[in-house]
């Protein structure tokens, strides 16, 4: 046996030569190698119409009733098989025979030890390929993370800015003015949410598979979904949602959307565009009456499943897609986080009219009465609140300022080094607002050294970030129980958490 074969690797022999074919089918065999042989293209397109994608396929040229050449033109055309390596096997060698654009072109006569090294290197290469694929995924949610980050912060002081201006616009507009620059901000406060929402959504896509489970509302992860692939959605057919109650389960909210997200994506992507009116796909959620778990269904109407590949559609780097539109990943991670939170997903499809993905996860149960049940009007705190914000973006901190100063005293510093001086002279603080991620004394360095030095103080503490990318930053998050608010503010949120600081500080004084 060559070194690297993996007994899971199915060839398909496609050779009309009956001995030939007979000793590569057992030569294979021999080698660990599952291994079925046919007579032409006609019957390997029959066997693989019912029976599993093999690995590789070894393709003669010249057959009757379907040769190499018409068999390349059908795979090329069934997304299922379209991505299975081929090697061809001929005594031509024409221009001609080359241009069957084949992973690798083996001359006839065969020389069987050679071969065997061929088909070995070839089925490497082929899952090289695969893998890297795999791992530029992961890159790319790297970078997207990064990328929202970056965006969070310019972002934070735009929509503060924004505010502070809708807010106090009537201060230094005149009144004659009043109304056009009422429209122009409406305008860019419109723009900079949009971005906003969009960064949330790449933010929530791209969390580590560890962030932490919580009971978690479906809908909320089933919107942002519909959020991300609407676009994908509304030009191939129409979204109709059925909603009824379902219990809380306890999951990552990132973690559910992508499923959502890919469900849903491929639910579209299996309905050709045009003709939107005509088809439609339903999500739906309901409470299992037998065991009270909750049950989520995307239904579409388009090209279905074919039955022979339907118990594939899990199994990592499977896809139906042509090359370069599917990774084969998508179902398989779905399958591993439903699975993770103790559910289920199943399919049924029928061919040509379409399929229904269903997600079954168990209710958070006694988990769910520790969801926040904040009502929504904030009451304001009970005096002028003192308040610390550190950040190492001046425009973040001149913004929050400018926001909050009719309210409450705020002092502002640019390090964590300057924090950790200020607060070694003063500490009469309500709230101290710190940014996560900064250089030289991060936010979490910062609060071990106060936790460390002025202990009690470090309670007051509520981190502020345009993306948690680093898996120090992560871990520290989870360890901690402080309040973590996301960059671009939410203006109603820190009112909320500044009125909850003073209340807290009123009780200990009592």
Same mark, same amino acid.
């Given at each position: 046996?060559?070194?690297?074969?993996?007994?899971?690797?199915?060839?398909?022999?496609?050779?009309?030569?009956?001995?030939?074919?007979?000793?590569?089918?057992?030569?294979?065999?021999?080698?660990?190698?599952?291994?079925?042989?046919?007579?032409?293209?006609?019957?390997?397109?029959?066997?693989?119409?019912?029976?599993?994608?093999?690995?590789?396929?070894?393709?003669?040229?010249?057959?009757?009733?379907?040769?190499?050449?018409?068999?390349?033109?059908?795979?090329?055309?069934?997304?299922?098989?379209?991505?299975?390596?081929?090697?061809?096997?001929?005594?031509?060698?024409?221009?001609?025979?080359?241009?069957?654009?084949?992973?690798?072109?083996?001359?006839?006569?065969?020389? !069987?030890?050679? #071969?065997?090294?061929? /088909?070995? @290197?070839?089925?490497?290469?082929?899952? &090289?390929?695969?893998? =890297?694929?795999? +791992?530029?995924?992961?890159? !790319?949610?790297? #970078?997207?993370?990064? /990328?929202? @980050?970056?965006?969070?912060?310019?972002? &934070?002081?735009?929509? =503060?800015?924004? +505010?502070?201006?809708?807010?106090?616009?009537?201060?230094?507009?005149?009144?004659?003015?009043?109304?056009?620059?009422?429209?122009?901000?409406?305008? =860019?406060?419109?723009?900079?949410?949009?971005?906003?929402?969009?960064?949330?959504?790449?933010?929530?896509?791209?969390?580590?598979?560890?962030?932490?489970?919580?009971?978690?509302?479906?809908?909320?992860?089933?919107?942002?979904?519909?959020?991300?692939?609407?676009?994908?959605?509304?030009?191939?057919?129409?979204?109709?949602?059925?909603?009824?109650?379902?219990?809380?389960?306890?999951?990552?909210?990132?973690?559910?959307?992508?499923?959502?997200?890919?469900?849903?994506?491929?639910?579209?992507?299996?309905?050709?565009?045009?003709?939107?009116?005509?088809?439609?796909?339903?999500?739906?959620?309901?409470?299992?009456?037998?065991?009270?778990?909750?049950?989520?269904?995307?239904?579409?109407?388009?090209?279905?499943?074919?039955?022979?590949?339907?118990?594939?559609?899990?199994?990592?780097?499977?896809?139906?897609?042509?090359?370069?539109?599917?990774?084969?990943?998508?179902?398989?991670?779905?399958?591993?986080?439903?699975?993770?939170?103790?559910?289920?997903?199943?399919?049924?499809?029928?061919?040509?009219?379409?399929?229904?993905?269903?997600?079954?996860?168990?209710?958070?149960?006694?988990?769910?009465?520790?969801?926040?049940?904040?009502?929504?009007?904030?009451?304001?705190?009970?005096?002028?609140?003192?308040?610390?914000?550190?950040?190492?973006?001046?425009?973040?901190?001149?913004?929050?300022?400018?926001?909050?100063?009719?309210?409450?005293?705020?002092?502002?510093?640019?390090?964590?080094?300057?924090?950790?001086?200020?607060?070694?002279?003063?500490?009469?603080?309500?709230?101290?607002?710190?940014?996560?991620?900064?250089?030289?004394?991060?936010?979490?360095?910062?609060?071990?050294?106060?936790?460390?030095?002025?202990?009690?103080?470090?309670?007051?503490?509520?981190?502020?970030?345009?993306?948690?990318?680093?898996?120090?930053?992560k871990d520290f998050l989870n360890a901690v129980d402080n309040a973590c608010i996301a960059k671009p503010l939410e203006l109603s949120r820190l009112n909320a958490l500044i009125a909850?600081?003073?209340?807290?500080?009123?009780?200990?004084?009592?």
């Open positions: 046996m060559y070194q690297g074969v993996r007994p899971e690797d199915d060839i398909l022999v496609v050779e009309d030569d009956a001995d030939l074919r007979e000793t590569l089918v057992e030569l294979l065999r021999a080698n660990g190698y599952r291994s079925v042989g046919v007579e032409n293209g006609k019957k390997a397109l029959d066997y693989l119409s019912t029976s599993n994608v093999p690995s590789l396929i070894l393709l003669d040229l010249m057959m009757p009733e379907m040769n190499g050449w018409q068999f390349r033109i059908e795979q090329k055309k069934n997304p299922a098989i379209c991505g299975t390596p081929v090697v061809v096997l001929s005594a031509d060698d024409s221009p001609q025979a080359a241009a069957i654009d084949a992973d690798l072109y083996v001359k006839k006569p065969i020389d !069987l030890s050679v #071969l065997l090294s061929n /088909i070995e @290197h070839t089925l490497r290469d082929s899952q &090289a390929r695969r893998v =890297a694929q795999a +791992e530029r995924m992961v890159s !790319l949610g790297t #970078l997207a993370a990064g /990328i929202a @980050h970056e965006i969070n912060n310019p972002l &934070a002081y735009v929509l =503060a800015n924004l +505010e502070y201006l809708n807010n106090h616009a009537t201060d230094f507009v005149l009144p004659e003015r009043r109304e056009e620059v009422n429209n122009v901000l409406s305008e =860019a406060t419109d723009g900079a949410e949009r971005i906003r929402s969009v960064i949330q959504q790449v933010n929530v896509f791209s969390a580590d598979d560890s962030e932490e489970r919580r009971p978690l509302d479906l809908r909320v992860a089933i919107e942002s979904a519909v959020k991300i692939a609407f676009n994908e959605i509304r030009h191939r057919a129409r979204l109709v949602r059925d909603y009824h109650d379902v219990p809380f389960v306890l999951a990552s909210e990132g973690r559910l959307t992508q499923v959502f997200t890919n469900l849903l994506v491929n639910a579209a992507q299996a309905i050709p565009e045009g003709n939107a009116a005509s088809h439609a796909i339903r999500v739906s959620t309901r409470t299992a009456d037998e065991d009270g778990r909750a049950v989520i269904e995307i239904t579409d109407t388009g090209s279905g499943i074919p039955p022979q590949l339907v118990g594939r559609i899990f199994e990592p780097f499977f896809t139906t897609k042509r090359p370069g539109s599917g990774t084969g990943l998508g179902l398989s991670i779905c399958y591993g986080i439903i699975h993770s939170c103790g559910g289920e997903i199943t399919v049924q499809s029928e061919l040509g009219r379409g399929s229904t993905f269903r997600v079954t996860l168990p209710s958070a149960g006694a988990h769910a009465s520790h969801v926040p049940d904040r009502p929504h009007e904030v009451l304001p705190p009970s005096r002028r609140a003192r308040l610390l914000v550190i950040d190492d973006e001046p425009a973040i901190l001149r913004a929050v300022a400018r926001s909050l100063k009719r309210e409450h005293d705020v002092v502002t510093e640019e390090s964590g080094h300057d924090a950790l001086e200020r607060l070694r002279e003063d500490r009469d603080f309500d709230l101290i607002l710190c940014d996560l991620m900064m250089p030289t004394l991060s936010g979490s360095d910062l609060y071990e050294a106060v936790r460390t030095n002025y202990p009690g103080i470090e309670r007051r503490f509520v981190f502020m970030t345009g993306g948690v990318f680093t898996d120090r930053a909850d600081s003073v209340a807290e500080r009123a009780r200990h004084a009592e």
